[in-house]
């Protein structure tokens, strides 16, 4: 087990690449694209995992989801009776985290939340994998359940009542959400902790850049 000393002496001094405001896109959806590319060309391990965070009675609560469509918005899908399905219901804004430790890089996005439309939703769960489609129907995701058990008998159920070469409809507490991005951080790891942050505030259908301080 780490001393707290083992873990103060963990650090890594950054000196990948940099970050400056004329080598930016002027489109800040166009540079995420261009950075998530290239989290892709590296193999970084699952480059569209993100830390979504949400809000429940003022405090924020945080876990990690799939990026299934970006560019100018963030779409991701989840049963919408989960916890952040009903948080994201009450309190439409989110902030969305990725970070691609090979590239020294993080990309930090807030906006606005809303469902994504049936189509893009029903379009979607046709895409996946027969399994993957059974466990929405089975799981009461976020509720407490006796044991895996009883996650085990009801995909079963529904994997006998949907059997595999047979078409699966999209359950209905089943689809996406769009996060339409308000402000964009992009983030590149520098030697002594002087990090690049450039950071992209939308004013009406303009982006403003600007550079904060490490």
Known sequence: MPSDKDLQNMRVNYRRAILDEASAPPAPGEFFRQWLGEAIQVACDEPNAFVLSTVRDGRPRSRVVLLKGGGEDLVFYTNYDSDKGLELGQRPWACATFLWLPLER???VEGEIT??????SDAYFASRPHGSKIGAWASPQSRVVDSRAVLENAFAEANEKFPEGQAVPRPPHWG???LRPQSWEFW???ENRLHDRLRYRREGDMWVKERLAP
Do not use: D, I, L, P
């Open 188 to 190: 590149q790891g520098r």
């Open 106 to 108: 993080q990309v930090r």
């Open 176 to 178: 996406g959400f769009v």
């Open 115 to 120: 469902r994504a439309t049936v189509e893009m």
